[in-house]
């Protein structure tokens, strides 16, 4: 019946010479035929089915290998037997299942069709689900426009770091914990230790930063549950920062400092890039210079202060090699005029600072410097070096896989789609997703869109 729908043409040429013993096709006919069956040499057995002629008919193979019959690789029939031959050889790779089929089907075209009827086995995707992305977001706003430094802040936890208790040689040693602080608009960064992993200890953290920095609009921080699996240090973290005491405690301090926090979807660490890429720079520093040596908590708020610095003299774009180009800007530049690293000089290329007070001129500095961001940094935003575009698409009602990091592939549970939160530019990022144990928020990159058979 398949071929009759699919080959239809072609039988009715081969019908006047259907033969039982020969399998030789008159090239006349195979001129009729065309491509690409033509190649295939193709004949009508005694029971009026379509089997491939070819070059193998003084092979010891069996009959059905050496003249296997022909297939349209657009039916549903032929998705059946591929999808049952991909089961029978134990949901084997393409390859396989594709040499397992010859010995009794030639399908026409047909390693495309098995390619897409084995990426969408559920089985097999359960097992190597295929990473889903949505393209990438346009910039918040609090990275494109003007503000004061550290107006919208991003806050992120790193350590621990062992301390000696100490000047003196001595055993005992003490953990202490690092906050480090982002400026959302200049990548400005600032740090804070914390002698002890607690509420009050954080909330003393933030508040020397506030003390020195001012009180921020806006912050945002990572949601606790991004701590999970990513090592047994940071365990100490998670149970702190997961807390319903913390986040009820850090609520309300920032309600009476009139500061704005927000926290990113749980396990959706690129979120919040701008301060995951803060911490993995100073951990760079540190590592190098710390090595396996114990400082006091004096000794590194030192250092941990000219490791603060020196990000902080960073310029925030790739500048020229040119000598007569002028400098890039860095983030220092919004703090104090200058970068840190850099020794105080008094400025002559422009008579008119001279002329200035130290006040004005700063503030020129200052000026000058959001000047540059927009002609020079701005732009570079513009690129989208990833994501360029979605592999997949949130829905409503949709049954999809939820990866999970401490829970073996095989036994990652099939959860439907219950609310999905779209962007400003329409595309859903997050979704909430219902399981058997509650309703969670998860990103698009936790989550497998299995195929609709």
């Given at each position: 019946?398949?071929?009759?729908?699919?080959?239809?043409?072609?039988?009715?040429?081969l019908k006047?010479?259907?033969?039982?013993s020969s399998n030789?096709?008159?090239?006349s006919?195979?001129?009729?035929?065309g491509k690409?069956?033509?190649?295939?040499s193709?004949f009508?057995?005694e029971?009026?089915?379509?089997r491939?002629?070819?070059r193998?008919?003084k092979?010891?193979?069996?009959?059905?290998?050496?003249?296997?019959?022909?297939?349209?690789?657009?039916?549903?029939?032929t998705?059946i037997?591929?999808?049952?031959i991909?089961e029978?050889?134990?949901?084997a790779g393409?390859?396989?299942?594709f040499?397992?089929?010859?010995?009794r089907?030639?399908i026409?075209?047909?390693?495309?069709?098995i390619?897409?009827?084995?990426h969408r086995c559920?089985t097999?995707?359960r097992h190597?689900?295929?990473d889903?992305?949505?393209?990438?977001?346009?910039?918040?706003?609090v990275?494109?426009?003007?503000?004061?430094?550290?107006?919208?802040?991003?806050?992120?936890f790193?350590?621990?770091?062992l301390?000696?208790e100490?000047k003196?040689?001595?055993k005992t040693?003490?953990?202490?914990?690092g906050?480090?602080?982002?400026?959302?608009?200049?990548?400005a960064?600032h740090?804070?230790i914390a002698?002890d992993?607690s509420?009050?200890?954080?909330l003393?953290?933030l508040?020397?930063?506030?003390?020195?920095?001012?009180?921020?609009?806006?912050?945002?921080?990572?949601?606790g549950?991004?701590?999970v699996g990513?090592n047994r240090?940071l365990t100490?973290?998670?149970?702190?920062?997961d807390s319903r005491?913390f986040?009820?405690t850090?609520?309300?301090?920032?309600?009476?400092k009139?500061?704005d926090w927000?926290?990113?979807?749980?396990?959706s660490p690129h979120?919040g890039?701008l301060?995951?890429?803060?911490v993995k720079?100073f951990?760079?520093?540190?590592?190098?210079?710390?090595?396996?040596?114990?400082l006091t908590y004096?000794?590194?708020?030192?250092l941990?202060?000219?490791i603060?610095?020196?990000l902080n003299s960073?310029?925030l774009?790739?500048?020229?090699?040119d000598?007569?180009d002028?400098?890039?800007?860095?983030?220092a530049?919004?703090?104090i005029?200058r970068?840190?690293?850099?020794?105080?000089?008094?400025?002559?290329?422009s008579?008119?600072?001279?002329?200035?007070?130290v006040?004005?001129?700063i503030?020129?500095a200052?000026?000058d410097?959001?000047k540059k961001?927009?002609?020079?940094?701005?732009?570079?935003l513009?690129?989208?070096?990833k994501?360029?575009s979605?592999t997949?698409?949130?829905?409503?009602?949709?049954v999809?896989?939820?990866l999970?990091?401490?829970?073996?592939?095989?036994?990652?549970?099939?959860?439907v789609?219950?609310?999905?939160?779209p962007?400003?530019?329409?595309i859903?990022?997050?979704?909430?997703v219902?399981?058997?144990?509650?309703?969670?928020?998860?990103n698009?990159?936790?989550?497998c869109?299995l195929p609709?058979?």
């Amino acid at each position: 019946m398949v071929q009759k729908e699919r080959f239809s043409k072609e039988i009715d040429i081969l019908k006047p010479i259907l033969k039982t013993s020969s399998n030789e096709t008159p090239v006349s006919l195979l001129k009729k035929i065309g491509k690409p069956l033509s190649k295939l040499s193709p004949f009508l057995d005694e029971h009026g089915l379509l089997r491939v002629g070819g070059r193998l008919k003084k092979s010891d193979l069996a009959y059905d290998t050496k003249h296997p019959l022909l297939l349209s690789s657009q039916h549903h029939l032929t998705d059946i037997i591929i999808r049952e031959i991909h089961e029978r050889t134990k949901h084997a790779g393409i390859s396989l299942t594709f040499y397992t089929l010859r010995e009794r089907f030639w399908i026409i075209n047909g390693k495309h069709q098995i390619r897409g009827i084995i990426h969408r086995c559920v089985t097999c995707i359960r097992h190597s689900p295929q990473d889903s992305h949505a393209k990438m977001a346009d910039m918040p706003d609090v990275r494109v426009n003007e503000s004061p430094a550290f107006c919208h802040t991003g806050v992120d936890f790193f350590g621990p770091i062992l301390i000696k208790e100490k000047k003196d040689r001595n055993k005992t040693f003490i953990k202490t914990y690092g906050c480090v602080f982002v400026c959302m608009v200049s990548k400005a960064v600032h740090i804070e230790i914390a002698v002890d992993l607690s509420t009050e200890g954080f909330l003393a953290a933030l508040s020397r930063f506030i003390h020195r920095r001012g009180t921020p609009e806006r912050v945002f921080s990572d949601n606790g549950t991004n701590f999970v699996g990513a090592n047994r240090e940071l365990t100490e973290i998670y149970k702190l920062v997961d807390s319903r005491e913390f986040k009820q405690t850090v609520g309300n301090y920032a309600l009476s400092k009139k500061i704005d926090w927000e926290f990113n979807p749980a396990l959706s660490p690129h979120f919040g890039g701008l301060w995951e890429a803060a911490v993995k720079s100073f951990k760079h520093h540190l590592k190098r210079v710390l090595g396996d040596k114990k400082l006091t908590y004096e000794q590194l708020n030192t250092l941990v202060i000219e490791i603060e610095a020196i990000l902080n003299s960073r310029p925030l774009y790739t500048f020229s090699a040119d000598q007569n180009d002028p400098l890039a800007i860095t983030p220092a530049h919004l703090l104090i005029g200058r970068p840190f690293t850099v020794l105080p000089e008094p400025n002559l290329l422009s008579v008119p600072d001279n002329r200035l007070s130290v006040y004005n001129f700063i503030t020129k500095a200052r000026q000058d410097f959001w000047k540059k961001w927009h002609k020079e940094y701005l732009h570079e935003l513009q690129v989208r070096n990833k994501w360029q575009s979605s592999t997949a698409e949130l829905k409503v009602g949709s049954v999809v896989l939820l990866l999970e990091d401490n829970v073996a592939c095989a036994r990652w549970p099939l959860v439907v789609i219950v609310e999905i939160f779209p962007g400003s530019d329409g595309i859903a990022r997050v979704a909430s997703v219902k399981t058997a144990n509650g309703v969670y928020k998860r990103n698009i990159t936790r989550l497998c869109i299995l195929p609709i058979m």
